[in-house]
């Protein structure tokens, strides 16, 4: 099968017909040659109007014309008129107001601003499609084409048809009723219904840009002699004008794939201000005394226009999109990066002048957001080297703009290391059999990598005593070793056998760094201590300290340490009570119907469940939460996305009032280490596994 390139042409192309519709009131090529600006906004960009036409008849057919669809259509594009009306009615004012009679035809007919005759146009067209098309297409066609036909004859045909006097008085009377035929009766049907007809089109895509590029020449033939007959009243309407946009709209379908929903709005914003752009760049102009350019020049008028639309535009769209749900709504975490940045300082303090931090951001920076969590720390500026556990995770930071070191701290495939040279990411060798894999995978590019050294956890790296393989490694052509680590295991025990094992484990490291030194060789930046490096050893000689836990403001456990730093928590997990219900004894709460009033109970529903990262069975964890400041009991079973919480002694619950699942609320206080081992987890590990659906939000 062949492959097709295809994205969201049908809305795509809505931009260009917009910029169309600024030529057609621009006129770009006035100033140098009449005949071809007759061409390009008389002939080529009046399909501008007739494809806005068909893709809203497209749209509204799929799936069947539905009333609720029709009417939710009119309603809004009936609002956006009203706007327009306003927005328009200041130039109104200064044109010099009609009468009343002629506002409300104006209103009704051709809009009340030169461009506006769209918005009756499509809202009568569509009333009158949406009937005619109740009986089939095969009627509503027809007479969709009947009425184009006699709107052509008060068009680009008048001249012509306007010799015979019956003819001539029947559209006198419609004249005096709406000035042209270009409206929802004459215009606007037949090309609604053909874009609902279009549902059922599978033309080929050449065939259908051959058969665009045919008619497109015949209609243009067909505007130079009408206009060299001089028989026109208006120039929107040509005989050849449909079935140029039957062809031009299959060719966009055959590659339509998906929707654009900013080009949807641009070009529709295009279309309503550029008027006030033309007023906006004439005025300009004045002011800066640049008519000759900026109005004469009519290329240049049409250019300074467009820009200015599509600027404003985009810049409104920009703000529609830019509409996100607030992250407090339903559960959250709450990111103190006051608290992190203090963190660093207090660190920093720990590990020396001569020491970097090097801060590790893995699983989503332990659940607090990487990139804001990064962004945070590069801000500060006294972070300049990252660690990670794989190449996704180091891609993502480069993307959010992270500069300096970023060390993924596990494996990557061989194969993908044009990726590390690519965003200048640090890898680890775990191996000698990895580094010799990595080495030839590089293709003549110098990896930069950091050396792991085993000291004794047995996990990754090469065997600190394996000096030798350390050799091996130097001498592989394509790795260029800035670094080498290793990794403490139990540095978070202060049993006297532990930390006799950690003191092995850091002897251990020296020993073989020093060696390899001795030998000649250049180690790099050396390091090992990783947060409980940090509080349970003094500081070291070494380039850099990876501190993870430590950097969030807690510690893994409960445990004692040599040194409590003062670090501040940076997380805290907050939730909504959804509503509150009262139990009468007896009665039962939830699945398995796990919770069974003793008293007269109020139980709040909170808006937090086990896909955000508690455990199940957390009530029988002996769970709390805080509400008002005070202790509130989780019962029964956890739900996927509630939990149910007795609030029988606390006052005044109500729905939409804030829980704390973690962290303070008033006097009262959850902490993540107390909360991590009531689920039967370190802290790192309950970090974690918070529900990737939990939004961040930045205090
Ligand atoms: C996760 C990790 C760290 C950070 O550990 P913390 O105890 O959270 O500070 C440091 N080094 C390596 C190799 C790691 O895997």
Redesign the pocket.
Known sequence: MKKHRSFPSLDHFRLTAALFVIAIHTSPLGSCNEAADFWFTRVLARIAVPYFLMVSGYFLAKGGWQKEKMKRFLLKTSLLYLVSVFLYFPLNIYAGLPTFGETLKRLFFDGTFYHLWYFPAVLTGCVISYGLSRMGLRFALPVAAVLYLIGLGGDSYFGIVAVFPPVQAIYKLIFSLFQYTRNGIFFAPLFLLLGAAALKWNFEKRISFAGFLFSLCIMSIEGFILRHMGVQRHDSMYLFLPICMMFLFSFLLSRNNGENKTARSISMLVYLLHPWMIVFVRAGAKIIGMENLLIQNQMVHFLAVSILSFSVSGFLAGLRCCRKPDPAARAWREIDLKALQHNVRILKEQIGPDCGLMA?L?ADAYGHGAVITARSLQKQGIVKAF?VACLAEAIQLRRAGIRGTILV?GYTLPSECYLLSKWRITQTVVDEAYAVQLSDAAQGKKIPVHLAIDTGMNRLGVPSTDLNALHRIFKLPNLEIQGMFS?LCVSDSLLPEDVAFTLEQVNRFYTSVLKLQADGLETGKIHFQ???GVINLPAQPCDFA?????LYGVY?HNSPVQRKLDIWPVLSLRTRVVLVKHLQPGETAGYGRAFCARRTTKLAVLSFGYADGLPRDFAGMNGMVLLHGKRAPVVGKLCMDQMLVDVTDIDDVKGGDVATILGRDGAALIRAEDLAEQCGMIT?EFLCCLGARLPYRNL
């Not at 990876?546 to 430590?550: E, K, L, N, P, Q």
């Open positions: 590790v893995k660690a701290l990794h990783a947060s409980y990876r501190v993870g836990i430590a893994s790192n």
